[in-house]
């Protein structure tokens, strides 16, 4: 039954691509991914295999690609991806040896996969739990672990109707959680091959803050006007029911500066969103052609994708959007840079945003009165604004380590075993 809804769900998004560019682009990136694995597979090399649903599990999982690449050159590194927002951004990232699609959990794809594949090891981020997968890499005695997952007592895994589902739980070697909860629900199901370790993600956003390179048109936006600098919000992720939310009182603040970077943007929405805002707004595209267009307007919009991680440092406050759709983005990525973050309603799935929220540093809001309440004691108070950030920064240095601990739970302690055993 299960192979039968995921031939279902193939059959669906090949039906549904023509007028549906994710579907279009998970279409022909599966229809390419047997030439890419024949091309850049080598026969001859040993391969660890990691894979990311999306592009927030891939940054979760990079600060532990990177270690195994620097630790053991002699192994090659395949990513796989089944999102078309974490393969399209990262197709061409230089730091594993090949990148493609996730062929469909369907028996003959799964067997064709790891034949031509044969990885030493299987590494899931966070929350990839793929049944024929998991059961054909147990039979051939790979190795498979899950790393940075967390768990929830409303998820299916913990539903006796859903036993069946939790007992897939078991395919895995390890699974390293982020808190302890997490480690207390696997148990309730039988679950014990797990260890706390806590949350990759967090070693990855110190990593970029530590090597962000300068973003000159920011530098130039934010600089002091006449020996005062602006204070600025950055708007991360960007949907319009976020700027429902902060819109109007950008609107009514003109000395207050944004920078906007928009979670999706085509031209119409660009333009859009330049309209909403009465004091003017420029593109940072726009800026290459004449540097300084941003001169007497209060919003700067970053339409490319790459630069939002090291865009938080040039502001003094971070909203972070989607809290008011699905669920809310990256809050790490901004807190590294020790500023307080707000975010919509829609954040409880995410341990960080709770935990930030009982420190103080983060800020989540439920409307455009709160978002306005918020503003207005944070950028009109600057003892207020650094106290809470720098309580962002402290947060954040308490919960590094993570890639550490899963490095040395996997290769340290696994070697020693076989030793041991030897």
Same mark, same amino acid.
């Given at each position: 039954?299960?192979?039968?809804?995921?031939?279902?769900?193939?059959?669906?998004?090949?039906?549904?691509?023509?007028?549906?560019?994710?579907?279009?682009?998970?279409?022909?990136? $599966?229809?390419? &991914?047997?030439?890419? #694995?024949?091309?850049?597979?080598?026969?001859?090399?040993? +391969?660890?295999?990691?894979?990311?649903?999306?592009?927030?599990?891939?940054?979760?999982?990079?600060?532990?690609?990177?270690?195994?690449?620097? $630790?053991?050159?002699?192994?090659?590194?395949?990513?796989?991806?089944?999102?078309?927002?974490?393969?399209?951004?990262?197709?061409? +990232?230089?730091?594993?040896? *090949?990148? *493609?699609?996730?062929?469909?959990?369907?028996?003959?794809?799964?067997?064709?996969?790891?034949?031509?594949?044969?990885?030493?090891?299987?590494?899931?981020?966070?929350?990839?739990?793929?049944?024929?997968?998991?059961?054909? #890499?147990?039979? %051939?005695?790979?190795? &498979?672990?899950?790393?940075? !997952?967390?768990? =929830?007592?409303?998820?299916?895994?913990?539903?006796?109707?859903?036993?069946?589902?939790?007992?897939?739980?078991?395919?895995?070697?390890?699974?390293?959680?982020?808190?302890?909860?997490?480690?207390?629900?696997?148990?309730?199901?039988?679950?014990?091959?797990?260890?706390?370790?806590?949350?990759?993600?967090?070693?990855?956003?110190?990593?970029?803050?530590?090597?962000?390179?300068?973003?000159?048109?920011?530098?130039?936006?934010?600089?002091?006007?006449?020996?005062?600098?602006?204070?600025?919000? @950055?708007?991360?992720?960007?949907?319009?029911?976020?700027?429902?939310?902060?819109?109007?009182?950008?609107?009514?603040?003109?000395?207050? %500066?944004?920078? /906007? !970077?928009?979670?999706?943007?085509?031209?119409?929405?660009?333009?859009?969103?330049?309209? %909403?805002?009465?004091?003017?707004?420029?593109? @940072?595209?726009?800026?290459?052609?004449?540097?300084?267009?941003?001169?007497?307007? $209060?919003?700067?919009?970053?339409? *490319?994708?790459? #630069?939002?991680?090291?865009?938080?440092?040039?502001?003094?406050?971070? +909203?972070?959007?989607?809290?008011?759709?699905?669920?809310?983005?990256?809050?790490?990525?901004?807190?590294?840079?020790?500023?307080?973050?707000?975010?919509?309603?829609?954040?409880?799935?995410? /341990?960080?945003?709770?935990?930030?929220?009982?420190?103080? *540093?983060?800020?989540?809001? &439920?409307?455009?009165?709160?978002?306005?309440?918020?503003?207005?004691?944070?950028?009109?108070?600057?003892?207020?604004?650094?106290?809470?950030?720098?309580?962002?920064? $402290?947060?954040?240095?308490?919960?590094?380590?993570?890639?550490?601990?899963?490095?040395?739970?996997?290769?340290?302690?696994?070697?020693?075993?076989? =030793? %041991?055993?030897?």
């Amino acid at each position: 039954m299960y192979s039968l809804l995921i031939h279902f769900y193939a059959f669906i998004v090949a039906m549904i691509s023509p007028f549906h560019r994710k579907a279009r682009l998970m279409r022909f990136g $599966q229809w390419k &991914t047997n030439s890419i #694995l024949r091309e850049k597979i080598d026969r001859n090399a040993k +391969y660890i295999w990691f894979h990311a649903s999306s592009l927030g599990e891939f940054e979760q999982g990079r600060p532990m690609i990177e270690k195994v690449k620097a $630790q053991y050159p002699e192994y090659k590194i395949l990513l796989t991806f089944f999102s078309p927002s974490g393969y399209e951004v990262r197709k061409n +990232y230089s730091g594993v040896d *090949c990148v *493609c699609y996730l062929p469909f959990d369907t028996p003959l794809r799964v067997h064709r996969f790891l034949d031509r594949v044969k990885p030493e090891m299987a590494i899931f981020v966070k929350y990839e739990i793929w049944r024929n997968y998991l059961s054909e #890499l147990s039979d %051939r005695n790979i190795p &498979t672990y899950l790393i940075s !997952a967390v768990f =929830r007592p409303d998820q299916k895994f913990f539903k006796k109707s859903f036993s069946w589902y939790g007992s897939w739980l078991r395919w895995f070697k390890r699974i390293f959680v982020q808190n302890e909860e997490s480690r207390a629900l696997l148990h309730g199901i039988g679950i014990d091959n797990v260890e706390v370790t806590g949350d990759t993600r967090f070693d990855q956003v110190a990593n970029i803050r530590a090597t962000r390179k300068p973003i000159p048109e920011l530098e130039a936006f934010t600089a002091p006007v006449e020996g005062k600098r602006p204070v600025v919000m @950055m708007a991360g992720s960007s949907w319009p029911l976020d700027e429902d939310v902060y819109a109007p009182w950008i609107n009514a603040h003109p000395e207050v %500066r944004l920078v /906007i !970077a928009p979670h999706e943007f085509d031209a119409e929405r660009l333009e859009r969103l330049k309209e %909403r805002f009465e004091n003017g707004a420029v593109l @940072m595209s726009e800026l290459k052609e004449n540097p300084d267009a941003w001169k007497g307007k $209060q919003v700067l919009v970053i339409d *490319c994708f790459g #630069l939002l991680s090291s865009a938080y440092a040039y502001c003094d406050v971070a +909203y972070v959007g989607g809290g008011f759709g699905v669920s809310i983005h990256n809050i790490n990525e901004a807190a590294v840079y020790g500023i307080p973050v707000i975010y919509g309603p829609n954040h409880h799935k995410f /341990i960080e945003a709770n935990e930030m929220a009982k420190v103080g *540093c983060g800020l989540p809001i &439920t409307g455009r009165d709160t978002f306005e309440a918020v503003a207005d004691k944070l950028f009109f108070d600057e003892a207020e604004r650094k106290k809470r950030g720098d309580w962002s920064e $402290q947060y954040i240095k308490s919960k590094l380590g993570a890639t550490d601990k899963v490095y040395e739970a996997i290769f340290q302690q696994e070697a020693d075993k076989e =030793r %041991r055993k030897n």
